[in-house]
């Protein structure tokens, strides 16, 4: 064997590398397994704020409770119909719009920005505005219309429940099947034709045999979803006296004199162990479907079925599904915003007309200092997640080893967060310290809970970029870092964009970690929201709500512009 | 049994660009007999294929499966696909993932309705065809590229279509296999004698592969012939450039030889070669020459100059010969009669006026 320099030259990098990873895996596993950890501690303590001494108490009190097997059942139902209708929802609105001649297939492209725009607490009050069972909009014009003399629907239900929850995760639902639908070897198809298979025998015999990991993945991700609502089960549950999880940990820590914070950590930690086992199965899921799909270098054109008679109503059909998604509840929060409570359209609505909400809101000094830190969230939140993410990606998918598959790991794991459990997670891990009751708190919980939106597309924006472009960067003598700085950051400065637009509209619409961890001073608009709802003023709600969108919005709209100025720039 | 298509067009449409992927083609494919088509990426030759197998539907034309009209676009016939008795080999294969090798034969065959032991009967048959028995309850992702080909080609013959089509079904396997599978492939068509459409880009397979070869461009067949034929005797330009490696030397035809052979004059030295057209005195005509063709001994034309380089590639020394007019030619030597040709040697290269084929111009 050969001897000499090579091996000394090698050593260094090696352990520069080493030490950058352990100190990415320390930061993503403070915030990720810390909480987790400080949670499962809390569950076995006494009281917030000290860990120990040891004991059962809390779980003997909370497993005790004669109300809990109602509402595990509740939960089940909940969680299991709200993924089901997601699931049929989002998978057929991706068969029509990638397999079909469906008319008007721009609509679709509006699917996947709906979550980032539309809170969820703000499309629940909508709905309760639409469909209580007293003065509800729709309602009364029903009962106009229809010989009956109450309801006749009722959104403070259980059925209520699962139509709000489903419908709002369908576009997750449908951003799961529909690439696997477009990355579908057609010839798999064909096949089956010239082998004498009729259209829909195909469809049954191979199509849908073939995405069920696809649909499989889409209804699991929809039910670790699920398992953490708070903000629907909240607005619409509760009145209804339709009581899940999250809701009863949330009733145990925030109603009475002495929130017992040990009691809701042990409900949690059995919610957070649920759904971590589902992420994981949905992670090793996916994985295999992505090993179902045959590559062959073709350029795919998947068959377009002609829908012949059907595609007129079936475009009408989605068209209702986007006004009863967006636009309905869209045009309720501004109708009532100015307004002093449900009124329908007609001459009293007229005379009731008035800009008082608007002008209540914005001299409210809680919701002023809710807006401000609400701005702050958004975008210092959105700055520090996407600069973590940057390194966690890159470290994730440009080095590979042991290391950095547990950071991978440790990533992903934030999926499964139920926001409300969480946050009192980071409740017990950040009370002892100064941050405790600051914005900065919320800050730090929304980064741990968030991480994985940001990792995600930034790790398949590494990955288009070709290593050698990063190699002869290297080889052109400049050092790891200077490397990452002057080629990799500019190349996937788009992406960081996009990533910071995702999480800034997420954080601006955050309300389960929030409504935990928020304390006089540190309040956030979803949280006013949920106050100003639980008050039954629904006026200053959609006024406040509407606030609440066009920050998003804004936010959203800016990254874009940025971005796009900056890869013109670039190419 | 015999299929023909007769006119077909079609062109694709973006919203930039129309594209003419089939520009009034038509084609007899005897019963029996293995016709491939054959041109480069874009030419139509996929696009005639899919239409045959009516997984593409063309703008006009008529499509016959012997007696029996499949599509035409004035008789308004379009049969389905699956109601056209064929089979099909895909070039990413389509081999469902999803099922084992003993379901994705028995797919066919289970759409027909066929009792549970015949099925068992036939699967059985088509895997051992192909020699595949007992990989029955092999799950089909774990096949290899050559086994995923054969249970492709299982599947395509298991319920005994009367036409085969091949959609460039090697083009996924490495180049040994795929030298291998050629044998396999020719032997097993011929022993089937059964109609079979073969679309491939390259040249070597369909001159193994097919008793016909129809060479496509640009929407159009240009020529057709047996693979013998084709390889020394095209006089279309872009047909001889494309089906094998090719000298093009351009020249003046100066009359014929007594023995019946074209002189051609060019700036090195005369040519007697084969024309399959009368030119006038005096035009400029372009001759070819497989390198192949020319040896050191013999007779015939001779063409002598200085090696420029020469590479030895295994089964020859490829030489290119600087001639007197400065014109480099390709030459492929025997390397079992030739010593080494080196850089700065003169050579005498001989080839046949056989060998020499004037260009239709």
Redo the contacts between chains.
């Keep these: 064997m050969v001897q000499g320099p090579p091996l000394l030259r090698t050593r260094p990098a090696f352990t520069s590398k080493t030490l950058f990873i352990l100190a990415l895996i320390s930061v993503v596993a403070a915030l990720t397994v810390g909480p987790a950890v400080m949670l499962l501690l809390g569950s076995f303590s006494q009281r917030l704020g000290r860990i120990g001494p040891f004991t059962f108490a809390k779980y003997v009190a909370v497993y005790t409770d004669p109300a809990l097997p109602k509402i595990i059942a509740n939960t089940c139902i909940f969680v299991l119909s709200s993924s089901a209708l997601a699931t049929i929802v989002g998978t057929t609105l991706a068969f029509l719009n990638v397999r079909t001649d469906i008319p008007g297939k721009g609509i679709f492209q509006v699917l996947p920005l709906v979550p980032m725009m539309f809170p969820h607490v703000l499309f629940a009050a909508a709905w309760i505005m639409l469909l209580n069972p007293s003065n509800g909009l729709l309602n009364v014009w029903l009962r106009a219309v229809f010989p009956v003399s109450s309801g006749p629907l009722n959104i403070y239900s259980l059925a209520g429940m699962i139509f709000l929850e489903g419908l709002l995760d369908v576009p997750v639902t449908f951003m799961v099947v529909a690439p696997a639908m477009f990355a579908f070897?057609p010839?798999?198809e064909?096949?089956?034709?010239?082998?004498?298979?009729?259209l829909g025998?195909v469809l049954r015999?191979?199509t849908l045999?073939?995405l069920?990991p696809a649909i499989l993945a889409a209804f699991m991700l929809a039910v670790i979803r699920g398992l953490a609502a708070f903000a629907v089960p909240q607005m619409v549950g509760i009145p209804g006296r339709v009581q899940i999880l999250t809701t009863y940990i949330y009733r145990i820590v925030s109603i009475g004199w002495s929130p017992d914070y040990g009691k809701a950590a042990a409900v949690g930690v059995f919610v957070l162990a649920l759904a971590l086992i589902l992420v994981y199965l949905y992670r090793a899921l996916t994985a295999e479907s992505e090993?179902?799909v045959?590559v062959?270098g073709?350029g795919y054109r998947p068959?377009v079925i002609r829908l012949g008679r059907a595609r007129w109503p079936l475009f009408f059909g989605v068209l209702l599904f986007f006004f009863v998604l967006v636009l309905l509840p869209l045009g309720v929060l501004v109708y009532m915003s100015f307004l002093p409570y449900v009124v329908s359209p007609g001459p009293k609505a007229w005379e009731l007309f008035s800009v008082g909400n608007w002008v209540y809101v914005f001299n409210d000094p809680i919701a002023s200092r809710a807006l401000k830190n609400t701005v702050i969230l958004a975008v210092a939140g959105a700055t520090a997640a996407v600069l973590l993410s940057l390194f966690v990606a890159y470290a994730v998918t440009r080095i590979r080893t042991g290391l950095t598959a547990l950071l991978d790991s440790l990533t992903f794991m934030s999926y499964a967060f139920p926001g409300l459990i969480i946050g009192i997670g980071f409740m017990w891990f950040l009370v002892r310290t100064p941050l405790y009751g600051t914005v900065w708190a919320l800050l730090l919980a929304y980064v741990g809970t968030y991480l994985p939106y940001g990792v995600r597309p930034l790790g398949s924006a590494f990955f288009q970029i070709h290593k050698d472009l990063e190699d002869s960067g290297r080889v052109c003598g400049a050092t790891f870092l200077g490397t990452f700085r002057k080629i990799v950051v500019p190349l996937v400065t788009p992406g960081a964009f996009s990533a910071w637009a995702l999480l800034a509209a997420m954080f601006v619409r955050e309300l389960s970690v929030a409504a935990v961890l928020a304390r006089p001073g540190s309040e956030v608009l979803s949280v006013q929201v949920l106050k100003y709802a639980y008050d039954g003023l629904w006026g200053r709600v959609s006024a406040l709500g509407i606030v609440m969108i066009f920050l998003s919005s804004t936010l959203v709209a800016g990254a874009s512009i940025l971005r796009r100025r900056l890869s013109r720039g670039l190419y | 049994m015999e299929v023909e298509v007769t006119h077909l067009t079609k062109v694709f449409r973006t919203k930039t660009e129309s594209v003419r992927a089939l520009d009034g083609v038509s084609l007899l494919c005897p019963s029996g007999k293995v016709l491939s088509l054959l041109g480069p990426s874009g030419c139509g030759k996929t696009t005639l294929l899919r239409s045959i197998a009516g997984l593409e539907e063309p703008d006009s034309g008529e499509i016959r499966f012997g007696e029996r009209v499949v599509w035409s676009k004035e008789k308004g016939i379009n049969v389905p696909p699956e109601q056209r008795g064929i089979g099909m080999v895909f070039q990413s294969y389509a081999i469902w993932p999803h099922m084992t090798v003993f379901e994705n034969v028995a797919f066919p065959l289970r759409i027909k309705k066929l009792s549970r032991a015949e099925i068992e009967c036939r699967v059985r048959a088509a895997l051992a065809m192909v020699q595949l028995s007992g990989f029955e309850n092999r799950p089909a992702t774990r096949l290899s590229g050559g086994q995923q080909q054969r249970v492709a080609l299982a599947r395509a013959l298991v319920s005994e279509p009367r036409v085969l089509l091949f959609d460039e079904p090697l083009s996924n396997l490495d180049a040994k296999l795929r030298e291998a599978t050629r044998h396999e492939l020719r032997a097993f068509l011929l022993e089937l004698g059964i109609t079979a459409i073969y679309v491939t880009h390259d040249r070597a397979e369909a001159l193994a592969i097919s008793d016909e070869i129809a060479v496509m461009n640009m929407g159009k067949i240009v020529a057709r012939g047996t693979p013998k034929e084709l390889y020394f005797f095209a006089d279309d330009p872009f047909v001889a450039d494309f089906i094998g490696r090719a000298n093009f030397l351009k020249g003046i035809f100066a009359g014929l030889t007594q023995d019946g052979f074209a002189e051609i004059r060019c700036s090195f030295g005369t040519l007697k070669c084969v024309a399959s057209q009368d030119f006038p005195l005096g035009r400029e005509v372009t001759v070819l020459i497989r390198p192949e063709s020319f040896t050191l001994e013999g007779e015939g034309n001779v063409l002598s100059g200085k090696v420029v380089s020469a590479i030895f590639t295994g089964e020859r020394y490829e030489v290119q010969v600087r001639l007197d007019d400065e014109t480099v030619v390709l030459a492929e030597l025997e390397p079992t009669t030739v010593s080494a040709p080196k850089p700065g040697d003169l050579l005498k290269l001989k080839v046949r006026p056989q060998w020499c084929r004037v260009l239709r111009s």
Excluded: C, I, Y
């Design positions: 070897d010839a798999l064909e096949a089956a034709r010239v082998s004498g298979a009729r025998q015999r191979v045999p073939l069920r090993r179902f045959t062959t073709k068959q």
